[in-house]
C-alpha cells in the first residue's frame, strides 16, 4: 500500500499503502485512494461470438489480475476482487449449517463462482452457465456497485430500471429507516 501526501496540487508518494492523506483545513486526514476497490460507473458492452466480455479499464485495476465472478442476485453476476470475495465468504461461513436457507444461499453464491483472469485485450470468458443464468447473449451493462461490479443482460438492466424508477422514493424512505 502507499501513503499519498496532497500539498500544493503535487501528490507525494511516502510508503507502501493504499490510502491517501489529504489536509483538510488545519486537520489532516486518511482518505481511500480513488479507484481502491471503489467501482462505480456504468458502461455497455457486447460479448464476442466466444462468450467473452471486456471489462471496463476504470474496473481492471481495482478487480487485480484474478478475481472471482458468480451468481449475483436480481438476475445478474457478481464481480470481487478476491480480497472482497474473501470478506464475503467469511461472512458465509458464519451462516448456520443447520438452516436449509442458509446452505442454499452459501450453495447459491459458491456453485456458480469461476476465478477469472483478465486476457491481453481486458476481456473475460463468460461461462456458459452463468451466461444463462444472467439472460447474457450478446449485449451486456457493467456497473459499479462499491465494492463489486455487477454484470447485467442489457435487456434485464433496463427493465430493472424501468421496475424500479417508480419505487425510488419508497426505497429511499427505508434507508432513512435503517440511517442511511
Not at 456504468?42 to 472471482?68: A, C, M, T
Request: overall charge neutral.
Amino acid at each position: 500500500m502507499e501513503i499519498f501526501f496532497v500539498y500544493r496540487q503535487e501528490l507525494l508518494k511516502i510508503s507502501r499503502i493504499k490510502e491517501k492523506v489529504v489536509k483538510c483545513g488545519a486537520k489532516w486526514e486518511i482518505v481511500p485512494k480513488w479507484g481502491d476497490n471503489m467501482f462505480i460507473g456504468e458502461f455497455q458492452h457486447s460479448l464476442d461470438n466466444k462468450g467473452r466480455l471486456i471489462i471496463p479499464s476504470k474496473f481492471r485495476e481495482g478487480l487485480g489480475e484474478r478475481f472471482v465472478l458468480t451468481k449475483g442476485l436480481d438476475n445478474c453476476l457478481f464481480v470481487y476482487p478476491f480480497s472482497e470475495w474473501h470478506n464475503f465468504e467469511e461472512k458465509l461461513k458464519t451462516l448456520p449449517l443447520t438452516s436449509r436457507d442458509a446452505r442454499a444461499f452459501v450453495r447459491f453464491f459458491f456453485s456458480g463462482a469461476t476465478e477469472c483472469e483478465l486476457d491481453k485485450q481486458g476481456r473475460i470468458l463468460l461461462p456458459a452457465n452463468l451466461r444463462e443464468y444472467s439472460g447474457i447473449e450478446k449485449d451486456a451493462v457493467v456497473i459499479g456497485v462499491s465494492t463489486r461490479v455487477e454484470i447485467w443482460s442489457l435487456e434485464e438492466w433496463n427493465r430493472y430500471n424501468s421496475d424500479t424508477i417508480m419505487g425510488y422514493d419508497k426505497i429511499a424512505e427505508r434507508m432513512e429507516q435503517l440511517g442511511i
